[in-house]
């Protein structure tokens, strides 16, 4: 029976859609033993509410930092680097060790592999997001046995720009569109008749619009009365303290915006909540402002218009890494943030037929759910690989 993991190892929740999905599924299979590895309570909780019932068919472990040296490390470091999530590795090699294969949606878990010597573990990435940054398409990526993708664009750049083996690429479509493509809310706008501009910024101080515009943007939605304003950056931007980004490298002190914006009637402030990563603003917005996360895409599942904010001057017409802002107009550092948004609603239909042809180049969709294509890619692979070698049994 082959022993596969997922693993769960992250500060924040907004992974967890991309690869949970997929293990309940496998959990369906006669024959798969699955365990679930979690890190932190808020992750645990979650994982425990999307898997309901099919917790049972799974084996749920809590990892945790064994050695006192971790321990300091995390307590020393962990304001401004996920210490945790480094250490969580080095802690627990007798566990990872007895399994046939991992299965994560980042890239850290090579650290098993290129640190600490787990060479018959299996490693399968499912990737988070499907957005067109370069990070997204880094050499690590090459070091995956196996690599499930959402579509076309993905396994193309992963070819070119990674140099991954087109064998070790399975194109199975979107598993965090079985989750949540249908997630919808009750929103506390005043007047919800008003259209809903949604404003996600990417953490970066490198690429994100929100330390040169986001306050200013902030300010204009709070004096306007046309339209209702979410206010939803990544779940990682005001995590911690600090903002610390490794490629590009780059640190920012965090402050949240001033209340006062929380108590607007047509304006709502979610700096983290579950709704800002299960797809609830991206599904009820009418508009979004945007500048490299790849939230845009999930926005684009039913295309509406878009708003790309330039804030670095970026030259970006022939870049692949900015591919996404060929979906709406995009705005210098210095506009009219109202006056920007109703040109990006007037024009909309000047995009929708690009819209509609990156969304199907991004996101393989057929009659199968993508979790269920997942499973079955990540069975054949293990069974194209032969019996499970005896040295890895517990």
Not at 166 to 179: C, H, N, Q, T, W
Not at 208 to 215: D, F
Request: charged residues 25%; proline residues 7%; hydrophobic residues 40%.
């Amino acid at each position: 029976m082959p022993r596969i993991c997922f693993l769960f190892n992250h500060d924040q929740t907004h992974q967890i859609a991309h690869s949970l999905p997929i293990a309940l599924e496998l959990a369906r299979h006669a024959g798969v033993e699955i365990t679930l590895a979690v890190t932190e309570d808020a992750i645990e909780r979650r994982v425990r509410e999307i898997a309901g019932a099919m917790l049972d068919r799974c084996r749920l472990v809590r990892l945790t930092l064994r050695s006192q040296g971790s321990k300091l490390a995390e307590r020393t470091l962990g304001e401004l680097i996920p210490a945790r999530k480094l250490l969580i590795y080095r802690d627990n090699l007798d566990f990872f060790r007895g399994f046939r294969a991992l299965v994560v949606s980042e890239k850290t878990s090579l650290l098993l592999r290129t640190r600490y010597g787990l060479d018959r573990l299996k490693l399968i990435h499912t990737r988070h997001g499907a957005g067109d940054r370069a990070i997204g398409f880094s050499a690590e990526s090459a070091l995956f046995d196996l690599v499930l993708v959402s579509g076309a664009k993905i396994a193309r750049r992963l070819e070119t720009d990674a140099g991954v083996d087109p064998a070790r690429i399975r194109i199975v479509g979107y598993s965090k569109f079985d989750l949540c493509k249908d997630n919808r809310a009750p929103l506390p706008f005043s007047d919800p008749a008003r259209p809903v501009v949604l404003y996600n910024p990417h953490p970066s101080p490198r690429l994100s619009s929100w330390y040169r515009m986001g306050p200013d943007i902030l300010e204009a939605f709070y004096r306007s009365d046309r339209f209702n304003f979410i206010f939803a950056p990544h779940v990682m931007m005001f995590a911690r303290k600090w903002t610390v980004t490794i490629n590009p490298p780059a640190i920012r002190r965090m402050r949240p915006p001033p209340a006062r914006f929380s108590t607007a009637p047509n304006m709502l402030i979610d700096l983290g909540s579950k709704a800002s990563t299960d797809m609830t603003y991206t599904n009820m917005a009418d508009v979004y402002i945007g500048d490299v996360s790849s939230q845009v895409y999930e926005f684009l599942y039913r295309p509406r218009p878009c708003l790309f904010l330039n804030a670095h001057d970026t030259q970006w017409r022939s870049d692949p890494d900015y591919a996404h802002w060929r979906a709406g107009p995009v705005a210098p550092a210095r506009m009219d943030i109202i006056a920007a948004v109703e040109q990006a609603i007037a024009t909309h239909r000047d995009y929708l037929a690009l819209q509609r042809e990156m969304l199907a180049d991004t996101f393989s969709v057929t009659d199968e759910p993508a979790s269920a294509r997942a499973a079955r890619a990540i069975i054949a692979f293990l069974t194209e690989e032969g019996p499970e070698p005896l040295e890895s049994a517990r």
